[in-house]
């Protein structure tokens, strides 16, 4: 059984920084951070193979955030830059046992609740 618990969310300024983290418990292989803003579906932010040598972005977020695990204490990150309105959503951990990178949650089997961002400007 995997356990994964973020941390880091919080409220800053557009165009500020804020970095998350993802702490898991268990063997796990790939991971990737969702998001889900009001009043619309949980999307696909990043992920992370085990490795950490393959990763993907969605489109959104690309050249602003950057995913990174720790493998020594199986920690995952979501350093968050250049933030704008449109990034304020609840941020989620995922991990699955695909050795691929997936971008459908579907195809992730464990979760974390959740930590909420907020960008005001």
């Known amino acids: 059984q995997v356990q994964l618990v973020e941390s880091g969310g919080g409220l800053v300024q557009v165009g500020g920084s804020l970095r998350l983290s993802c702490a898991a418990s268990?063997?796990?292989?790939?991971m990737g951070w969702f998001r889900q803003g009001p009043g619309k579906g949980r999307v696909f932010v990043a992920g992370i193979s085990r490795s950490g040598d393959l990763t993907d972005y969605a489109d959104s977020v690309k050249g602003r955030f950057t995913i990174s695990r720790h493998g020594a204490d199986n920690t995952l990150y979501l350093q968050m830059d250049s933030l704008t309105s449109e990034d304020t959503a609840v941020y989620y951990c995922?991990?699955?046992?695909?050795?691929?990178?997936?971008?459908?949650?579907?195809?992730?089997?464990?979760w974390g609740r959740g930590t909420r961002v907020t960008v005001s400007s």
């Open positions: 995922a991990a699955t046992k695909s050795p691929a990178v997936p971008v459908w949650e579907g195809d992730y089997d464990y």
């Open positions: 268990g063997r796990t292989f790939s």
